[in-house]
C-alpha cells in the first residue's frame, strides 16, 4: 500500500509563504496533487501535477499565488504557497490519481496523505 507522506504545514500570518513537500513512499506514476478542506466546509481541489507530461490544474481561488510542481527523480510533489490569506485556513492533503482528470474533479483518490495543517492568521 502506497503512503503519502507530507510536511511543511504551520501557522504563519497573512501574507507569509509556505511549501508543502508530498512524497509517496514507494515510486509512483501517478498525478499528485493537494486538496483542502477548511472546519465546516466541503473538501476542495487546490493544485495538481500530471505525471507524464507535467501539465498543471490550480484552483481559481489560488491561482496566482500558489504554484505546483514536481522532481521525479525524488518522486515528491511541491506546493508554493504565497501571499496567504487566512481563508488559506485549512487541512491539506495530498492525493493520488491515475490522471490529472480524476485528480482534478474527483471525489475520491487512489491515494491520500494524513493531512497537514495550515493555519494563516490575519
Known amino acids: 500500500q502506497v503512503q503519502l507522506v507530507e510536511s511543511g504545514g504551520g501557522l504563519v500570518q497573512a501574507g507569509d509563504s509556505l511549501r508543502l513537500s508530498c512524497a509517496p513512499s514507494?515510486?509512483?506514476?501517478?498525478?499528485l496533487g493537494w486538496v483542502r478542506q477548511a472546519p465546516g466546509k466541503e473538501r476542495e481541489f487546490v493544485a495538481g501535477?500530471?505525471?507524464?507530461?507535467?501539465?498543471?490544474d490550480i484552483a481559481d481561488s489560488v491561482k496566482g499565488r500558489f504554484t505546483i510542481s514536481r522532481d521525479n527523480g525524488k518522486n515528491t510533489v511541491y506546493l508554493q504557497m504565497n501571499s496567504l490569506k487566512p481563508e488559506d485556513t485549512a487541512i491539506y492533503y495530498c492525493?493520488?490519481?491515475?490522471?490529472?482528470?480524476?485528480?482534478?474533479?474527483?471525489?475520491?483518490?487512489?491515494?491520500w496523505g494524513q493531512g497537514t495543517q495550515v493555519t494563516v492568521s490575519s
Open positions: 492525493a493520488a490519481d491515475p490522471t490529472l482528470l480524476s485528480l482534478a474533479t474527483g471525489e475520491r483518490h487512489a491515494y
Open positions: 514507494s515510486f509512483l506514476t501517478y498525478a
Open positions: 501535477i500530471s505525471w507524464s507530461d507535467g501539465n498543471t
